[in-house]
């Protein structure tokens, strides 16, 4: 069963991998044919370049210094994990294709090829549009919001999950928050088998996290008012007065 999804901005390929660089705690890296995982060892520049803090006998180091110049040397592959335990975690994946350059405290990974790939199909991503985007500025808070809406919250997700179309809940066993951006709230809904995933979009962009609040809090008012028809004829009639 496909769920309905109503058209709302989101953020363009560049900065939903950006995004994924912020976010992501660990990356995989394969380089002269060896494969290292890397867990909290790396940074981005504002230009979109990955610093990397390897040790000094990393096999990533060796390739660092005997690749043939200009060619690129290695794949650093992220994956976007939902914050929220919900079925199928994994949201995006992303692949740099690239070159490292070796400096005193870190390597200098500058990537030639992005790939991003989401539930909608992969992506070439435009390396200067990649340099030039910024991630979406809740995207690094994005984890801890998540898990306080479901862990601390669970009643006002029941809530939000009014504002879906019934059709789109026929079948649904519980309905979690998957993920967030400056322009909306997506909700994943789980059924026995299928699960589906629905937008709700903000009335404007959220830059801030008490912007964030703000905008979760009218999306509440409006599925209150989706659930009581009277309020929401009160709330029109006003509209129509005012």
């Excluded at 991003?116 to 435009?126: C, F, H, I, N, T």
């Excluded at 589906?196 to 964030?212: C, E, I, N, S």
Aim: contains cysteine; glycine residues 6%.
């Amino acid at each position: 069963m496909g769920d309905s999804h109503i058209w709302t901005a989101v953020p363009g390929a560049a900065q939903r991998a950006r995004s994924v660089l912020v976010a992501a705690w660990s990356c995989a890296v394969t380089a002269e044919g060896a494969r290292e995982e890397c867990i909290g060892a790396h940074t981005v520049t504002e230009d979109g370049r990955v610093l990397l803090r390897v040790p000094e006998d990393s096999v990533l180091r060796t390739a660092a210094l005997c690749a043939p110049r200009g060619e690129p040397s290695a794949v650093l592959e992220f994956a976007d994990v939902a914050p929220v335990p919900v079925r199928h975690r994994i949201r995006a994946r992303l692949w740099l294709a690239g070159r490292f350059t070796a400096e005193p405290e870190h390597l200098v990974f500058r990537p030639t090829r992005i790939v991003l790939r989401q539930q909608s199909g992969a992506v070439l991503v435009d390396t200067d549009e990649f340099a030039e985007a910024a991630p979406d500025p809740l995207a690094a808070a994005e984890a801890r919001l998540l898990t306080h809406l479901a862990d601390a919250h669970p009643g006002t997700v029941e809530r939000l999950a009014r504002l879906i179309e019934p059709k789109s809940l026929h079948g649904a066993v519980r309905v979690r928050p998957l993920a967030v951006d400056r322009h909306g709230l997506t909700l994943r809904i789980e059924r026995a088998r299928t699960h589906g995933d629905v937008r709700l979009p903000f009335h404007a962009p959220a830059d801030t996290v008490a912007q964030l609040t703000e905008r979760v809090h009218v999306l509440i008012s409006q599925a209150d008012a989706a659930s009581c028809p009277r309020a929401a004829l009160q709330r029109q009639r006003a509209d129509g007065e005012g």
